[in-house]
């Protein structure tokens, strides 16, 4: 018994030591690689929250102190101190109105509240809201309120435009002068409200915005006790403590949205008369800390996001996934349970989360204590978030800065370098297993060009060959391939003849078909369908009857009349063709054609008829000795027909119907020269075609063409 031979070649064993190797060393530089990038990629993202943590706290930090800084300088200006003076003097002395001045006026005043003010803030809350606790009771807001507020109502204005009453009171001659600086200030720092409060009465004698709280006591009035109440009581009993903070809260004058307010002692010779006061909105904060919604330019990515937190544990900037995504947000939020049913409602009612979202305050405490570094914990949306918190450095407010990217998106890049790993190790083997085997794909090359060229060279759909390129063996080649090559040469040299000689013959045969029929039915033909034959419900025909034709189509006709028979079929077919009109048949001297089979024209009447006196024209225009024994008479009619071919072995296109027929019939009652329309076909021709009444022809109404005096072409 004969040994057995291995089945394993060198270059085999070959190609699987190299790949060995390699695929060795590249799983080792994997691994550390792959260890290497979960550091790298922790110390990024920890560099890139801190950088914009760090940035927008200092931005937070620079706006609310600037704010502060302009309540200062607004209190300390001169003109403060006479608008303290001025309009608590004005507002003192509407205390001693009578019933009678102020009675009307509190009625008026109550319907503005019960149509403007009430209703919002009952959306807000979700509940009936008590009059009381809201509208104003001392005779100083209700004046004031109904000569301003109800005032800009009944005007359709917007109250801070109404500088001047006209009521003639003292607190109007001071507002009148006042008031447009005041306003123009509020505008160019993009404050919701200034306000001054009396620091005696504790009555806001002042604002700019003139809402609810507008002329009320923060005493006893129905906003005592508010965040701007306390924040008036903190000015007034320390003037030496600078500009003092009250944080976002609800606020009813507002619609219960969020609102700050930043107010400053005004002083008259060391005496406190007065607390100049600024409402701001979360907006600038808002857009400080969403980065105006930047968030992947400023490195966030997907899911990372930076928001401030209150004392109270709420959010006051926006949370991206809302602004992003609000009924994703509704939804998880729901499902985790992080917002209650009637939060949610507040929520969609007030269109912000700004202190409405709860954070978990065990999250951002841990957050703090991390003192800067990245640790891992629950966001408000329920998922695991790596994050890092700082403080703000602001006198009366407890905020905080919360930087965060959700563990998913963390841990994604290292997970697609990993992949990326993989598909570079596998994209490796393949490229050296092809290497591996090419010196055994030497040996058989030229055959596989030889194969390779027979696939190509023909059509399988078709049998047709395609491509004529003759095949190049490589060098030295063995002589059994190179006769194996020419033998193929040889063969298709005799196909491609045969090849040739088909096509001929298929052109000259689908050349006659297209001449004979129309496109549409020759293109159907060349297809085989051979079964063609349909029904057009609304087609315009035209039989031509060319007297004088007989002697040009006699047998011994001469080149004269053979010429000009061909001039003239040429004329007729080229002016159908012009006019969108088919030539169906020509037999003996009737030329049948019309407009609408082939594609469908809504103005097929017209056409026929404009081709009907252009051939009139054409016959008469033969510049021949022989075309002046020709005339022309024609029928139209409008109609439905039947069209295709006839025959099984010999092919015959024609159309049938009553349409055709009365064409024809016409055609063969027109003396020469004359074109009959049928009643139909004359309804469809428009003014510009002059026709003239012939009478009845068997009991039909026809009518002759005369000319065509319209000056737009038929449209195509």
Known sequence: MSARRPRTSIATRLALSVLTVTVTSLIITVVVGLDSTDELTDDLVRARLEAVRSSRTLAVESYVGSVERQAVLLGESPMATDAAAGFTDGALELLDLSDAVVDPLRVELLDLYRDDVIPPLEAARGEPVNEPTVFPTGSIAIYLQANYRAAADGLD?????????????????????????????????????????DADTRVVVYSVAKEAEFGTSLQLGPFSGSGLANLVDDVIDDPQGGAKVRDFAPYAPAGDRPQA???????????VVAAMVVRISPDEIDRIMTGEGDWEEAGLGETGEVYLVGGDDQLRSEARVFLEDRPTYLETTAEVGTVSAADQRRIVEGGTTIGVQ???????????????????????????VLSGARAVDLDGLEWVVISEIERDELDAPAADLQERFLITIASAVVLLTFAAVAWANRAVLPIRLISDRLQRSGDARTGKLIDDQDIVLPPRSPVEFTRLAD????????????????????????????????????????????????????????????????????????????????????????????????????????????CGIGRPYLDHAPRVATFALAARDAIVDLDTELAESLDLAAGISTGEISVGLTGSSKLVYDAWGTTVGAAHYLARSAGPGELLVSGPARELLPEGIETVERGELDARDIWRLVRDTSTTEVSS
């Open 358 to 384: 709860d954070v978990d305050p065990a999250s951002v405490e841990a957050a703090l204590e991390a003192d800067g570094e990245l640790i891992t914990s629950t966001n408000y949306l329920g998922r695991e």
């Open 157 to 197: 204005v917007d109250v801070d435009l109404i500088n001047d009453a006209r009521d003639g009171s003292a607190w109007t001659d001071v507002h009148a002068q006042l008031h447009g600086r005041y306003l123009e200030v509020a505008a160019q720092l993009d404050y919701e409200d200034i306000l001054i409060v």
């Open 261 to 271: 307010f930043v107010g400053a002692p005004v002083l008259d010779g060391g005496r």
């Open 487 to 594: 033998t193929f040469q040889r063969m298709r040299e005799s196909l491609r003849e045969r090849q040739r000689a088909v096509e001929a013959a298929s052109a000259e045969r689908l050349d006659v078909l297209r001449r004979l029929l129309p496109p549409g039915v020759a293109r159907r033909v060349e297809r085989g369908d051979r079964q063609v034959l349909d029904v057009v419900p609304q087609v315009t025909v035209v039989v031509l009857i060319v007297h004088g034709l007989g002697q040009l189509v006699r047998p011994e006709a001469g080149p004269d009349e053979r010429h000009t028979l061909a001039r003239l079929l040429d004329e007729l077919d080229e002016l159908a063709e012009r006019n969108g009109v088919e030539r169906i048949k020509l037999t003996g001297d009737a030329y049948f054609g019309a």
